[in-house]
């Protein structure tokens, strides 16, 4: 299978860092990507991993290690709109099936 | 707004029915994507069309089905509707159906929410 497992709710308190970790079976493995999504709305694209490391983007960094099956997605200076579930999904396979881990609910305190 | 189109929005109906979910996809994408979110639960990979093709299937249930238009819009049909059945459906698309260049972005839908009594 291509299990995804995060964590399924983290606390975190405004202006903090918080770091999501998500673990994946790495058999047929393309990349991993990190989605927002708000209650009720639409996942939106945050980030995408295919090498080895960590890419930046502002706020929210992303890292892949391949070998060990292993990803996070970090916030910075956490604000209080940050507060979602955050999903990790890994594309598997020669058409890229997206398969979506269960997400992370944040809850950003004052 | 996305640019990828969903409709209904709601849509609330009886045990044993049938629906139709239709999707058009962001202008200029190929590829079609349904996805079922329950309660609390994460998104279940449904199927994917790529060009009018199917090209991957998830744990769909033989009660759904699905297609993609020459116009590229797609529909996702859900028969003999249960209770279970209730939740938010994406449809996503993207350009391509293949990783091409590594990143196959997904642009999802609002969802159409289907609540079954």
Not at chain 1, 47 to 64: C, I, M, P, Q
Not at chain 2, 59 to 78: G, K, M, T, V, Y
Request: contains cysteine; aromatic residues 12%; glycine residues 12%.
């Amino acid at each position: 299978g291509q299990n995804i497992d995060q964590p399924t709710e983290m606390t975190a308190t405004e202006g903090a860092i918080v770091q999501i970790n998500c673990t994946y079976q790495t058999s047929g493995f393309n990349g991993l990507f990190w989605y927002q999504q708000h209650a009720g709305e639409a996942p939106t694209f945050l980030s995408y991993n295919v090498l080895d490391g960590l890419e930046e983007k502002g706020r929210f960094s992303s890292f892949l290690s391949r070998s060990k099956g292993y990803s996070y997605l970090l916030l910075k200076e956490l604000q209080m709109k940050d507060s979602a579930s955050y999903l990790c999904a890994g594309g598997f396979g020669g058409y890229n099936k997206l398969i979506f881990g269960a997400g992370t609910r944040l809850a950003v305190h004052p | 707004d996305s640019g990828v189109t969903q409709t209904p929005k709601h849509l609330i109906t009886a045990t044993g029915q049938r629906v139709t979910l239709r999707c058009s996809p962001r202008s200029g994408d190929l590829s079609v994507y349904w996805y079922q979110q329950s309660l609390d639960q994460g998104l279940q990979f449904l199927i994917q069309y790529y060009n009018g093709e199917e090209r991957a299937k998830g744990n769909i249930l033989e009660r759904f089905s699905a297609q993609q238009f020459p116009d590229l819009h797609s529909e996702l049909n859900l028969s003999s509707l249960e209770l279970g059945d209730s939740a938010l459906y994406f449809c996503a698309s993207s350009v391509v159906g293949e990783p091409i260049s590594g990143a196959n972005v997904l642009t999802f839908g609002a969802g159409s929410r289907l609540t079954v009594l």
